[in-house]
């Protein structure tokens, strides 16, 4: 079945860093990539959805400045948190979407600022 | 627009009980429904989907769900819980089975001995 990898499953950074979240597509070619954001006992929002090779769509309210999102591969795509701060803490979700293949999620990340 | 209204937040049955979690939807076309299963600190995991064809939806850990047009619901159902069925279930809808998913809020399954 379609299998898709998400790292770190968790992260610890200081106030002001920058982190990287992968997720990867490792049987099949994910066309889409959606990121979502989990907040403790709520549902997932999603954040933006990408393309392969092409600029990220983002939702409103979501900083793309902030969030930055790329989907260089039709395997590969991050999520890099900048400038991280405390408010940024969350759980954040990859799915990725290709012909047949319906929404495959990953396992999540769990970021925690400090 | 789509929407996705999951009634309940939390649901407690007994071991061997039946499992009854609702699902309603809003959709502009004919809706591609999920149910997905979540774990602490995981991802989701499908449990079962609807996008065209038999209306009774079979999924996995016996799990099914129907698709009701007439109701706009998608309700999820098991025989029997089971003591590792108690996790967080949402309820999703895409339009076109290609657009990001919509959620529901999430009902929270309690397995009682």
């Known amino acids: 079945g379609a299998v898709v990898s998400q790292h770190p499953s968790r992260v610890i950074c200081k106030s002001g860093t920058s982190v990287k979240i992968e997720c990867r597509s490792l049987d099949f070619q994910a066309t889409t990539m959606f990121w979502y954001r989990q907040f403790p006992k709520k549902s997932l929002m999603l954040m933006a959805t990408s393309n392969e090779g092409s600029k990220a769509t983002y939702e409103q309210g979501v900083e793309k400045d902030k969030f930055l999102i790329n989907h260089a591969s039709l395997t590969l795509s991050t999520l890099t948190v900048t400038s991280a701060h405390p408010e940024d803490s969350s759980f954040y979700i990859c799915s990725a979407s290709g012909d047949g293949y319906g929404y495959t999620f990953g396992s999540g990340t769990r970021l925690t600022v400090v | 627009a789509q929407s996705v209204t999951q009634l309940g937040s939390h649901v407690s049955v007994s071991e061997g009980a039946l499992v009854l979690l609702r699902c309603n939807y809003s959709s502009s076309v004919p809706p591609y429904l999920f149910w997905y299963v979540q774990y602490p600190n995981q991802g989701l995991q499908l449990l079962l989907k609807?996008?065209?064809?038999?209306?009774l939806v079979k999924g996995i850990n016996g799990f099914e769900a129907e698709f009701k047009k007439s109701e706009t619901s998608f309700h999820l159902t098991k025989p029997s819980a089971h003591m590792s069925d108690a996790a967080e279930y949402f309820c999703?809808?895409?339009?076109?089975?290609?657009?990001?998913?919509?959620f529901g809020s999430g009902t929270r399954l309690q397995v009682q001995p």
């Open positions: 609807y996008t065209t064809g038999a209306t």
């Open positions: 999703a809808v895409s339009e076109t089975g290609r657009r990001a998913l919509t």
